[in-house]
Structures are given as C-alpha cells and as structure tokens.
C-alpha cells in the first residue's frame, strides 16, 4: 500500500506543481497579490507531497519490499540499512526523485528566505521553479517511476546495489552534486523573473547572489566528493579522468563560477547586466544538459543505469524547452538592460571580464570535448573518443591564466586602478613565486614546464592574497582590529581564491612528481617505490556482511631501514548476491603523500597484479576545494545578506567612487 | 561616448582574444586526440590504420584469455562473431573484464596485426553494454541472450 501512497503523492505534487506555474505567474502578470499571495503555500505544498514520495520509497527499501521493481533492482536483503536507505538514490528512478525532492526544497528556501523581496518577484520566481517542478515530476511519472510494482510475482530478494555504490562517498555525492546542480534553477528563475519584469536593476543581483553562491559551494563540494570516491573506489587512484559524466558536473560548475563573479561586477556596479543573465541561463541549461547526458543513456559511463531511448527523448526535449525558452525571452527582453556607469582601461569591471572570458572559454572547450562524439555519433560520421590528453592540453593553460588575472584582479578597484601602482603591488607576488617555482625544480632535480608553471601560479596566488589581506588590515588601532574589521564576504573570497591555488598545487604536484607501477608480487616479494619499501605477504580470504574477499597485508617501511610506515590490507571482494568483483584499495594517507596499494588479479602461485602508487600533494586537489566550498559559505553569511532592504525594490545607486573604502569587494 | 566606445571595443577585443584562443586550441588539441573506434570486422577487412591510436572493441572471445607466467601480459581475442582481432595487453585489467563480456580497448595495430593495447575497458554493471560493443555485435548470439 505505501509504494501506492508515495504514486499518489507523487501525483498531487504534480498537479500542486501546476498550478505554482499558473497561477502566481498569472497574479505577477495581471498585478493581482491576490494570486500571487499563493505561490508560498503553493510551493510548500508540492515540498511536502515529493517529501512523502520520498520518504515512502526509502521506506520501501528499508523494509525490503522487492514487490517494487526498482527496490528489487537495486537492494538486497544482506544490505547494512544505511546502504538500503541511500540505495534509494543509487538507480536512475530514484536519484531523479531525489532531483526533484532537492528542486522542492530550494522552492521551499526560496519561499521561507524571501521576505524581503516583493510579492510580485516572489510569485515569478516560485513559479518558473513550479514549471520546472512540472517537467521533471513528469518524466518521473511517466518515464522513470520508482513506485512501479513487479506483481504478481514478487521476487524473494533483491538484484543487489552495485557494490561501487556501497560507501559513504556515494550515499553523499549525488545529493552535493543534485544541490549544486537544482540549485542554478533559483538564479535562473531570478533572471527569467526580471527579465519578464524588465527590472535587471543590482537589487536582482543582490537577491541571486547569495543563492548562486550556495549552489556553487555545493556543486564544488559534490565534484570533490565524486573525485575522492573515484581516486580510492574507482578509479585506482585516478582522481579526475575528463569522463564525460565529470566533464557534465564540471561544465554547471565553470558556468556557475562565472555567473558569481558577473554577479559581483553587477551587483556592485551595475555592468555587464545581460551577460550576468545570460550566464544564469547558461549555467541551468548545462545543469539539465549534465542531467540529460547521464540520465540518457547516451554515455559510457558508471552512472549511465539504462538506456532507455524514451527518457533520453523526454530529457532531449525539456532541456531544448528550457534553453529556447529562455534564450527567446532573452532576446525579446534583454535589450531593454542597459548598464548604468562607466569603468575604464584596468579597472576591477575589466578584470571580472576576463576572467568571466577565460571560464566561459573553458566551458566551451570542455563542452565541445564532451559533445563532439555525441553530435558526430548522433550524426553518422562514426565513433570517436576525445581522449585525456585533448583536455589537458587545453584546459590547463586556460587555468593557468585564470590564475594570474586572479592575482592581479584582487588588487584592482571598481571603476579604474592606476597601472604603476599595480605593478608595484604585483612586484613581490612575481618575485616569490618565480623563486618558489625555481625552488622546486631544483629539489626536483630538473626544470618541467607544467610543473613550474603550476607552481608558479600556485605561489602568485597565495602572495597576492597574503598581501592583499595586509593592506586591507592595516588599521591605526592595530593589525588584529584591522583583521576584524574585514568583512566576511572579504574573506569568503580569500579562502575561494586559497582553495583554487591549493587544488592547483595539488593537481601540479600529483601529476608531476606521481609514481605508479603494475607488478608481480609473490609472498615475500619486496618493491621500492620513491624511497619507500613495500613487502607483499600472505592473500588470506575474509568475510564480510555481503561479500568475500581475498585479503592481502603490504609492509611498507622507508626505503633502507626497518622502521615501518604503514601495514595495509587492500582486497579484492566478490559480492554473493550478483557475483561482482570490486577491487578495495587500501592507502596509507597523509597531508603531504598517499600510498596507494591495489590488488589486481591472482596471478596463480599465490602471486597477484598489483598496482601501487606513491601520490604527493593528492589530498590538497580536495582540500582546494573544501576551502572554496568554505568561501562561498563565509561570503553568504556575510551581514549584507541578512539585513532587510529599507525599500526593497529601490533602484541601483552607483556607490560613491571610493573603492577601498568597502570591506564588501569580495569577487567571490 | 568616446568612453563608451572604448570600452566597447576593450570588450570585443576580449572576447575575441578568448574565443581565437579557445578556438586556436580546441582545433589544435581536437586533431590530435581523437580515437576513432573499430570493430574486428573492420579490423580484419584492413580498414583501421596501422600505428595510429585507436579503440577497437567487441567480446572477449571464450577460452582465448592466456597469461604470461612471469609478467603482467595478457593476451586475448576480441570478437563481433564475424571477425576476431588478437589483443595484447600489458598491465592490470578490470574488475569487469572476463570471457564473454563486452570490453573496448585503446592502443595501436601492429604490422602483424596484433593489436596492441595500453588501455582496456570493461563494461561496468550487468545491465549496461558499451554502446559501440552493442553497435559492433550485429548478430546477437545466444551466448549473450543467455546472460541476460
């Protein structure tokens, strides 16, 4: 009866969805609060309905009733409860519930976090969220439903989650990646909003920068767990392949880091206001476009669940609904933006831009990287597949630059920055990380390009923040006051800005100076592997809840001395409901280096394939970016956002020319 | 205006600089990394280029798996049921790779016709095929119906 109860609720969201696209977009067009007094409850409405939906279907799988087919696709009764409850996200059906009860829930913030806002605003944005609650409930309903029952014979246990599902890094990343992904609606549907208006004024920017911003922390956070997952379940220690399913969370996630930084330019100065829109179309567009690619079917992939050729055309045709849509009301509306003051030659405005060129840049490369073997299969030109190397080729020199402008970006101000006086501030940065660089070179034996250069933009980064902060500190009553007075969105920015130069150091160094190697090793057999020792003992086989494994102990001790570093256990598991084969790598993790040791395959004689790694600096490509992801919270947290707007709507007022007077530049 | 006007033409030219860039680029980067993919038939009809980085994919033929005692060599033969192609690999295989799977492999094809691959790809769960491997088995078998 439940799963009937979860169908049916399912259904009423739906038909609440409906009318939150109606009926509050009529109010806001007709000028009636009457109608548009509605788009609250509304919304909270169609939260509860998909709510229950969900908590229904967990239910099912937490009890076990494989009369649901999808439950009995993807659990099993030998299943630890926490893996049968976020199992209920690990197939196709439910993670698209999942979508949806996460688009739900922004509705929800949007409606709770929204007092300041008028009505009519309010109504609009509820309601381009309620339209697109609409298109996804229905292809949930009608393509992908959970609830399907396989009656009358039900099976008497479950297919099994795919064991590369069962770990905590995969309970948590779909629902980081989902939040970062749905979250862009709440920026579009802000755009879409004053563009129907015709009121893109700064207090539209205001309003979306916050929820831009906490989007992105969790898209970053997402991305970051989807890396770590794959380095140690995965990928045997690959930490980021250019998959075209990472490629589709990385494209919403450049966009998205654009859009934050527009939104800045035009939240503080009023420019390149139709751009910022654009951008906030663009970023949903490659959210429901990263949705589509791995939801279709169309890729190779591990998230790929199916192919079936129905979703991909429902999903084909609401992201063409979505992008024309509101591509054609931009071009109808956007022209009536203009920008409301002038910046010249180096100002801040110009750096914004170019930074916002090199990211949209990198989105077009990664996309077209992406889509290229998809549109030439699609078209019959043949298979082909864009490898690694085309990425890495391109995207780094594009980061690199990023890089540079951000080191100079911090010291530029809005409106104009003197040139001389920049130089001058650029002077240490240039200096201490050419040394750096040169530094590292010569511990590392010899000069590489990629890794000087990483380094080298690594190190710019982080002196330009250290000496930016000490200018802005500085303060008569001391440099601790000085700290203080610095505004959060202030160090929102600084901690975003140490993360992208830690991820960078990081991706440098583990790719520089990474080692891994396939051996043979034999009981007793001994491996050196940059100035570490690894002994291979005996393969015992263990038993856990719901699989077998052969289970080996790897010694490892500093390369000439006894002194033992770490005893490892890496194992390669075999799960008795479906019979897959899942490699457990085991590592010896530290801040500075990771030891990596994966069993392959028996080789026969006791001997096994095994893959060990020595992995410098790898944690830090995650660090970077935890500490984005603590920048973005740090800069929405900041006062501004939370103190009421005397009059809500009031028009945009350039700031009296002063730009360092504010604590409150943060690009971030 | 004259303000406006230069920073107009500030932002074409950066617009342009970024996309002549990203352009620039993506065609230099495209024309060298792209594999195309072929299937034993083609393979054995000549039509794949030698030496030139490709993928080629199909089923593991049964009982063609053979492993080099002392190294990490494997060698084995991918099959469409109208062709086979013998693959020689080097280094740790998948989880997923076995006789009667689907696999594409990444590599060159030697003179002799043996392809030689760096990479081998398994298909990842029971319910999925590699598009290009469901594409190159033009005959459904009854060993794969078998499996379902």
């Known amino acids: ?668 | 205006m004259h303000a406006l006007r230069k920073k107009r033409l500030s932002v074409v030219l950066f617009l342009l600089a970024g996309v002549a860039l990203a352009v620039a680029l993506t065609a230099y980067a495209l024309r060298q990394n792209i594999n195309l993919f072929y299937d034993p038939s083609q393979i054995a009809a000549g039509e794949a280029p030698v030496g030139a980085r490709i993928r080629a994919g199909g089923m593991v033929e049964s009982g063609s798996v053979v492993r080099d005692p002392d190294s990490l060599t494997v060698r084995f033969r991918v099959t469409d049921f109208q062709a086979t192609v013998p693959v020689e690999y080097t280094g740790i295989l998948p989880d997923l790779f076995a006789e009667g799977q689907g696999v594409v492999a990444l590599g060159r094809l030697a003179p002799d016709g043996r392809f030689v691959a760096d990479e081998v790809l398994a298909k990842h769960d029971e319910k999925y095929m590699p598009p290009e491997v469901a594409g190159a088995l033009k005959s459904p078998s009854a060993q794969r119906e078998g499996k379902e």
């Open chain 1, 1 to 668: 009866m439940y799963p009937e109860l979860g169908q049916m609720s399912l259904i009423l969201a739906l038909l609440l969805a409906v009318l939150l696209a109606l009926v509050p977009m009529a109010g806001a067009v007709t000028g009636r609060p009457a109608l548009q007094a509605f788009a609250r409850p509304l919304a909270a409405g169609v939260f509860v309905f998909i709510a229950l939906a969900f908590v229904l279907l967990v239910h099912a799988f937490v009890t076990d009733d494989f009369s649901v087919s999808y439950v009995a696709q993807n659990s099993n009764r030998a299943l630890p409860w926490y893996y049968k409850a976020s199992a209920a996200w690990g197939g196709h059906e439910g993670s698209l519930l999942l979508w949806v009860l996460i688009l739900a829930g922004w509705m929800l913030a949007v409606a709770r976090f929204s007092r300041g806002l008028p009505l009519a605003m309010v109504a609009r944005v509820l309601s381009i969220l309620g339209l697109v609650a609409v298109g996804f409930l229905l292809f949930t309903l009608m393509t992908s439903n959970p609830f399907d029952r396989a009656l009358p014979q039900v099976p008497t246990d479950g297919a099994d989650l795919n064991p590369l599902l069962q770990d905590i890094g995969l309970i948590l990343h779909p629902p980081m990646l989902y939040m970062g992904y749905v979250g862009f609606s709440v920026a579009f549907a802000f755009a879409l909003s004053a563009l129907i208006s015709g009121r893109l004024d700064a207090a539209w920017a205001r309003w979306s920068r916050p929820w831009t911003t906490v989007a992105w922390v969790f898209l970053s956070i997402g991305i970051a767990l989807g890396s770590w997952w794959a380095y140690y379940e995965l990928g045997w220690g690959g930490w980021w392949f250019w998959d075209p399913v990472e490629n589709a969370s990385l494209l919403p996630w450049l966009a998205g880091t654009a859009l934050m930084h527009s939104l800045a330019a035009t939240e503080k100065r009023g420019v390149f206001k139709s751009w910022t829109v654009l951008l906030a179309i663009v970023a949903f567009s490659l959210s429901l476009l990263g949705t589509f690619m791995v939801r279709s079917g169309v890729l190779t992939s591990v998230h790929a669940f199916a192919s079936d050729p129905e979703r991909g055309r429902f999903l084909l045709g609401l992201l063409a609904l979505t992008v024309l849509g509101s591509l054609a009301l931009y071009a109808a509306r956007a022209p009536v933006v203009k920008a409301t003051s002038g910046y010249t030659g180096l100002s801040r405005e110009i750096f914004l831009l170019a930074n916002n060129v090199l990211l949209v840049a990198a989105t077009a490369l990664v996309a077209v990287g992406t889509l290229y073997p998809l549109v030439l299969d699609y078209l019959g030109l043949g298979k082909v597949s864009v490898g690694e190397p085309f990425f890495n080729t391109t995207f780094t020199p594009l980061a690199l630059a990023t890089g540079l402008l951000m080191g100079a970006g911090m010291f530029s101000h809005w409106k104009r920055t003197d040139g001389g006086w920049l130089a001058r501030q650029l002077l240490w940065p240039l200096a201490i990380s050419l040394l750096s660089a040169a530094a590292v070179s010569v511990g590392a034996g010899g000069f590489r390009p990629w890794v000087f250069a990483g380094v080298v933009v690594a190190a710019w980064i982080v002196v330009a923040i250290v000496r930016d902060l000490w200018h802005r500190s500085a303060s008569r009553r001391g440099r601790l006051h000085g700290l203080r007075r610095v505004g959060r969105s202030y160090w929102g920015m600084v901690l975003g800005h140490l993360g992208v130069a830690v991820t960078m150091l990081g991706v440098t160094i583990v790719t520089g100076f990474g080692e891994a190697r396939d051996v043979r090793m034999a009981p007793g057999d001994a491996v050196a592997l940059s100035g570490y020792s690894l002994r291979f003992g005996e393969v015992v086989t263990a038993a856990g809840p719901n699989y077998d494994a052969d289970r080996a102990t790897v010694t490892i001790t500093r390369a000439g001395s006894d002194a033992v570093v770490a005893v490892l256990h890496p194992e390669k598991r075999r799960y008795r409901a479906g019979g897959q084969l899942l490699t457990e790598a085991a590592m010896d993790a530290g801040p500075f280096r990771d030891l990596f040791v994966a069993l392959a395959e028996p080789l026969g004689n006791g001997a096994w394939a095994v893959r060990i790694q020595f992995k410098p600096l790898v944690r830090w490509v995650w660090l970077g970016a935890v500490l984005m992801a603590l920048g973005g919270l740090l800069a929405v947290s900041d006062r501004r956002y939370r103190v009421a707007m005397p009059t809500a709507e009031r028009a945009y007022e350039p700031p009296v020319s002063a730009p360092r007077v504010s604590n409150n530049q943060g690009a971030s």
